[in-house]
């Protein structure tokens, strides 16, 4: 069974020109490379056993300061 699902929520069109054989590997067709998918279109990734999803964003933005103690003995965490 070498079925694959491959999608994204990315609906941003842009040039992208590669050949697989001018890759050294799947990892900097997808991520690793100038003009790779992400490098064309941005994103995160998510894998899967046999799932890509390419998202704009992959979790939520947080607003956490880390605030650190004196002479760096201990940190505090404060959350809004």
């Known amino acids: 069974d070498n079925d694959w699902t491959v999608s994204t929520d990315i609906t941003t069109q842009g040039p992208i020109d590669w ?14 490379v100038e ?18 999803v390419l998202h704009k964003q992959l979790g939520r933005d947080t607003p956490t300061v880390l ?12 959350v809004y």
């Open 67 to 78: 605030d650190y103690g004196r002479a760096g003995r201990g940190t505090n965490q404060r």
């Open 19 to 32: 050949s697989i054989d001018k890759q050294t590997n799947a990892y900097s067709a997808l991520i690793g």
């Open 35 to 52: 003009g790779s998918i992400v490098d064309v279109f941005g994103g995160e990734f998510e894998y899967d056993n046999r799932r890509i």
